[in-house]
């Protein structure tokens, strides 16, 4: 149910903007081909038995969050009416660490570090005006999803994963606004590697806002 608040919300965003802009300065106008996004998130990473076990911890003294930051460019070449239809690359960058601690405030043991790194494409619909839109979107591309005791890096090979989310831009002033996005990643079970612990598969939720440029 939170999720499904969240999609709505998002949706309605640019509309709601879009009839709050009818008495701002700026003129309508249509889709700039080309933006540029900048966001940041703070999503759930969860525990994994089966990681928590090659580590050797327990599921609890694993990063539960990680803090990503993605990148984005997107073109929309593509226009029909109502709809545009876009096309870009993302890439997504986030790191987790949790430090187990004694009764004395004292680290314990290894650092436990998780990251998750992705570059991928992307294909969206969309909805709206220059001043604010909405959009569905999927992709594809390289995903890693590493979990290891120390600071690492990772060494588990990325493994190709899609994606699919919805999110919203809209434009306060001409060149810049407010990007919010949902991303859901269909993440593959990994054997790991010589650093990195196995894991299990797992759906990887990543809600991000930042800017957008235009």
Request: charged share 20%; aromatic share 8%; no cysteine.
């Amino acid at each position: 149910m939170k999720a499904a608040g969240l999609l709505l919300a998002l949706l309605l965003v640019p509309t709601l903007t879009s009839a709050q802009g009818a008495a701002a300065p700026l003129a309508v106008e249509p889709l700039p081909w080309l933006v540029v996004d900048a966001r940041a998130g703070w999503p759930s990473i969860g525990d994994d038995e089966l990681t928590a076990a090659a580590l050797g911890v327990a599921a609890v003294d694993m990063p539960q969050r990680a803090l990503a930051g993605v990148v984005a460019v997107h073109g929309y070449p593509l226009r029909r009416g109502s709809f545009k239809v876009g096309a870009g690359a993302e890439m997504l960058l986030g790191r987790g660490r949790y430090q187990k601690k004694n009764a004395d405030g004292e680290a314990v043991g290894d650092p436990i570090t998780r990251t998750v790194e992705s570059v991928n494409w992307q294909v969206s619909l969309n909805f709206g005006r220059g001043q604010g839109w909405s959009y569905l979107t999927v992709g594809s591309g390289l995903f890693s999803f590493d979990s290891f005791a120390g600071e690492g890096p990772g060494d588990a090979p990325g493994r190709t994963t899609l994606n699919a989310g919805v999110g919203a831009r809209w434009f306060k002033w001409r060149h810049v606004g407010l990007n919010v996005d949902m991303r859901f990643y269909l993440t593959k079970a990994s054997d790991g590697g010589l650093i990195s612990a196995p894991r299990g598969v797992r759906r990887l939720v990543v809600l991000s806002a930042g800017l957008t440029f235009k």
